[in-house]
C-alpha cells in the first residue's frame, strides 16, 4: 500500500467516526482545539488535509490518523489546564502522523493479515473481542476498510522509540507554533496527578515512565526554546482551560 492509499482509508474511517460520535457542544474548548490545531499543523509543514474535531467523551486521549485526520476528546480537557498543554499534546499526536508512525503500524498489520481479517468480516462481536477502548468498539460496527482501519489505529500499540521521536517533534512543532515548550514539562505532572494511583489513561499507555519521559523533554528544552525565540507569534501558556 501507498501512503496515498493508507490516507484515503484514514479519511474514510474519520469521516464513520465523526458521524458515529457525539460532538462537544463547549463552544470555548471547540474554539482552543481548532486554532491550536491549526497552529500545530502549520507548525510541521506538512501539506496534509488537517482536520479536527472535539469529541465528547470522558476518556482521556486524543489522537491524529495518518493524513491529519485529528480527535481531541473532551475528557482530556481538564487534565491539561492550559492551551499550552494542549499544544503539547497535539503536537505529539501531530508528529506520529508527520513521521509516518501510524502509517508503518497499519502496513505491518495488514502484512500480518490481522488488518485484512477484519476487514473481510468486522462484526460488533469480532470487535468486542478485539478492543480495549469504547472508540474501537463502536468501529467494530462499521464493517469493510473503515472498520479495518479504525480497529488497527485505534487498537495501536506504538513502539517506545515511536513514542520518544513523537515527544521530541511534538516540542519543537509547539514551539514553533508559538507556544512556550516548557509547559511540556508540566503537562506529564498533571497526567501523573489525574491517575491518582490508577491504571494510566489510554493516552499514556504506551509510552516512557514519566520519569524518563520528562527527563528527555529537559534534556530538550534548550533547543526548543531555541525555535520558540524565532516564532513570529508567541503565545505563551495560552489561555487558561476552564
Known sequence: MNEADIN??????????????????????TAMVQRVADRIAKASGENFQ?????IESPEVNAWCMPGGKMAVYTGIMPVLKTEGALAAV???????????HGMEGYIRAKQQSYAGVIIAGASIIGGQMLCKTDDCR??????????????????RKFSRGDETAADKQGQIYMAKAGYDPAEN?????????AQKGSAPPE??????S??????????????????YAQSPQKYGTGAVIR
Open 8 to 29: 484515503a482509508e484514514a479519511a474514510k474511517s474519520y469521516a464513520e467516526i465523526k458521524a458515529k460520535s457525539k460532538m462537544s457542544t463547549n463552544k470555548e474548548w
Open 50 to 54: 488537517w482536520e479536527v474535531v472535539l
Open 90 to 100: 497535539m503536537g505529539h499526536e501531530v508528529a506520529h502522523a508527520t513521521l509516518r
Open 138 to 155: 463502536r468501529m467494530s460496527a462499521l464493517g469493510g476498510v473503515a472498520a479495518g482501519f479504525a480497529l488497527t489505529f485505534l487498537e
Open 185 to 193: 514539562l508540566q503537562l506529564w505532572d498533571r497526567m501523573n496527578a
Open 203 to 208: 493516552f499514556m499507555s504506551t509510552h516512557p
Open 210 to 227: 514519566d520519569k524518563t519521559r520528562k527527563g528527555n523533554l529537559n534534556n530538550w528544552l534548550a533547543e526548543a526554546e531555541a525555535v
